[in-house]
């Protein structure tokens, strides 16, 4: 159910449990369909860092609930948000965002996430810990304490304290941890891009710096980061701010070996985001279990009808996708693969067809 999400009437869709298609003109709200679910799962846009940009217009906040399926039984999510308020509920109970994580999953291809591809170093790095967290509740809680260490640790190096020494030991244990996690959860990556669609023969990897050395345990990892730190010092020193440690290490997507970001086309850029979010369903998937849900926005825009049509065939085999396009003729090959929905004027409505 949703209310108050961007141009969607409030309204109940009733999706399938394999592959949801939706479809319409531009500006009709499939894309916000989507970015509410997302906002279901995780309590963020992949559109937008200011969720007020989501609030319907004269609405004094959104709420957004739905029903995750799952082996251990069905629970009711809840988010609502509002400039003052940010709840999350499962089965009408409100709980801590830290309890309501995992509880549903979503991994999104869209436009609005070329800047992962594109766009500063830092977009890269946010996507693969949030995806590797996602998977593991040590790298989540290394994540949370090397960002307060940095901060501590800046705070520091501002004001001269005495006891960095302190902050740099801290730095090098948790931001060697923290590079350990990632590594392990690039080299998951890397291994579904292999064997990922993609329309070409093109080959995509991930590549992050500083290189390590194969077979390196965290141990040696955080070894290595407090050379950096002491070889870093002076310049630290005159900064006033950490510039060695993970959040500074480098995250480059290749195609063919190059980095996508300085050279690939428009066209490139999207397939490989396609290929990367298809890779991180493959790998929450086997290291869960579970499926996450799929949610590919305008996945025609840059594939023909037959290779679309594979696309979501592959989805649809591997659990709940939400697909939108603007072009409804390959849509109607699906036959009974995929339950139909028709977008217009923030209003939702079934066709006939499909499961």
Same mark, same amino acid.
């Given at each position: ?229 002491? !070889?870093? $010092? =002076? &310049?630290?020193?005159?900064?006033? #701010? ?9 995250? %480059? *997507? +290749? ?73 409804? !003729?390959? $849509? =109607? &090959?699906?036959?009974?693969?995929? #339950? ?9 409505? %079934? *066709? +006939?067809?499909?499961?």
């Amino acid at each position: 159910m949703l209310r108050d999400v961007r141009n969607l009437e409030g309204q109940r869709v009733d999706l399938g449990p394999g592959l949801n298609v939706f479809l319409g003109r531009n500006a009709q709200g499939k894309t916000s369909l989507l970015e509410a679910v997302g906002l279901l799962a995780r309590g963020r846009s992949f559109r937008t860092d200011d969720l007020g940009e989501v609030i319907a217009r004269g609405a004094e906040g959104m709420l957004i609930q739905g029903t995750a399926v799952g082996t251990e039984g069905d629970a009711e999510l809840s988010f609502r948000w509002a400039p003052e308020q940010r709840n999350f509920s499962v089965d009408h109970q409100k709980i801590p965002p830290r309890e309501y994580a995992g509880r549903l999953e979503a991994s999104v291809y869209s436009t609005d996430r070329l800047r992962v591809v594109h766009g500063p170093m830092r977009e890269r790095r946010l996507y693969v810990d949030r995806g590797g967290a996602v998977l593991s509740a040590a790298y989540r809680q290394t994540l949370r304490d090397y960002e307060r260490i940095v901060h501590q640790r800046n705070a520091a190096l501002q004001g001269r304290h005495p006891a960095l020494e302190a902050w740099d030991e801290r730095l090098a244990a948790v931001g060697g941890s923290l590079r350990a996690h990632r590594l392990s959860y690039i080299a998951r990556l890397n291994e579904a891009l292999t064997t990922a669609f993609r329309p070409t023969d093109e080959t995509y990897a991930i590549e992050v710096e500083p290189i390590p050395a194969a077979g390196a345990t965290e141990a040696e990892h955080q070894t290595r980061l407090a050379n950096e730190i002491r !070889e870093c $010092a =002076s &310049r630290e020193r005159l900064a006033g #701010r950490s510039l060695v440690g993970p959040h500074r290490d480098p995250i %480059r *997507l +290749l195609v063919d070996g190059r980095d996508s970001a300085a050279w690939a086309s428009s066209g490139q850029v999207r397939t490989l985001l396609l290929a990367l979010t298809l890779a991180t369903l493959r790998v929450y998937r086997e290291h869960t279990g579970r499926s996450a849900v799929a949610l590919l926005d305008d996945l025609d825009s840059e594939l023909d009808a037959d290779r679309t049509l594979a696309v979501c065939h592959t989805v649809a085999d591997q659990g709940q996708a939400l697909v939108t396009s603007a072009h409804p !003729e390959w $849509a =109607s &090959r699906l036959g009974d693969v995929a #339950r139909l929905f028709r977008v217009s004027a923030g209003r939702v409505n %079934r *066709l +006939l067809g499909g499961p």
